[in-house]
């Protein structure tokens, strides 16, 4: 009994063995790097690294100790501070709200490095806002506006902005189905939605003055996106609404709608943009602190409106646009500021 016990253990401690050297980070050495720069250059410098790496890698390496271009290298497991900095990165470029395939991202400019914004989607758990129909499918503004909103926090946050996503969905990540399933499952940054409307409105107005208190950044603006509903045949483009006499809304709201003029221009020349930029005294542009902008994505009864939110395509190019809005905004800012 005990001799099998023995052979069981000598199995699980192989296997383990095994796993966590194929669990270790590898790389390829550039063009003249010796171990110690190809080390430095993965957050590993010292003389224990360095020995470690020779003792992993001695059959690969050339004489003396020489990195062989084209071969991959094992890289020591980083230690104590370094462990601790990577994992802290990780986290720091991982939201699970982008969904499993989406959820690392990596930061690819400091274009808004110094921003911070707060992105609320429209309605949400127990109201789904307006409902749309393609024959027998339903379209439930609150699904699409969401998922608009998750595009453009990521592309916020490659961006290298601080970004709070106000209306979450543990479940639904980004989707690029053109018929979003319906849930009821939304909060507000976990807390339940009511469905009284102006307790609704209250909650996120609330929750991003508590942030906006708390945030230590010079630029924050606050985007509320919706789908309107209209009358079936009447088509509109994407509009814009900012809060009363307050000029950086303001500014904000004229910014996305040239934005959006532009992007027209370039990708359906001559059909024109119609989009419109007015003050408008709502609820959340009334309450909440940080310099707003209330973008209507189209009439969600409309048949051509539809197909605006429907295809992810045109879905990840409405996040890109109003991403832009916001780029040429803080550059404006910053400016202003100097």
């Known amino acids: 009994m005990k001799f099998k016990l023995s052979i069981i253990f000598a199995l699980f401690f192989t296997i383990l063995c095994t796993n966590r050297l194929q669990a270790q980070e590898k790389a390829f050495p550039k063009k003249g790097e010796g171990v110690t720069l190809f080390l430095k250059r993965h957050n590993r410098t010292g003389a224990a690294y360095q020995k470690q790496f020779i003792e992993l890698n001695r059959t690969k390496l050339g004489k003396g100790n020489v990195l062989r271009m084209g071969v991959k290298y094992t890289l020591p497991p980083l230690q104590g501070k370094e462990a601790v900095a990577a994992a802290a990165a990780k986290r720091a470029n991982y939201e699970p709200l982008f969904g499993k395939d989406l959820a690392s991202y990596k930061v690819t400019s ?85 469905f009284n409307q102006v307790r609704r409105l209250k909650q996120r107005s609330d929750k991003i003055n508590t942030l906006f208190k708390q945030d230590k950044y010079a630029y924050k603006r606050a985007i509320f996106v919706h789908v309107d509903s209209r009358n079936k045949g009447h088509q509109t483009d994407v509009f814009f609404y900012h809060q009363d006499k307050n000029s950086e809304s303001k500014h904000l709201a004229k910014t996305m709608r040239t934005t959006f003029s532009h992007k027209y221009k370039k990708h359906q020349p001559g059909r024109g943009f119609t989009g419109t930029v007015d003050g408008r005294n709502l609820y959340v542009l009334r309450h909440t602190t940080p310099a707003s902008v209330f973008v209507e994505l189209g009439n969600i009864q409309n048949s051509f409106d539809q197909q605006r939110i429907i295809l992810s395509d045109n879905r990840q190019a409405l996040a890109n646009w109003l991403c832009e809005g916001f780029v040429t905004d803080y550059n404006r800012y910053k400016k202003k500021t100097r």
């Open 110 to 194: 400091s274009e808004l490095k110094g921003a911070c914004f707060y992105l609320v989607s429209g309605h949400g758990g127990p109201d789904p806002g307006a409902i749309g129909r393609i024959g027998k499918v339903e379209l439930h503004e609150d699904e699409y506006a969401y998922d608009i909103v998750l595009r453009l926090a990521r592309n916020l946050m490659m961006k290298g902005a601080k970004v709070h996503i106000i209306i979450q969905d543990a479940k639904d990540g980004i989707r690029n189905d053109k018929y979003l399933n319906n849930s009821k499952r939304e909060t507000c940054m976990g807390s339940p939605i009511p």
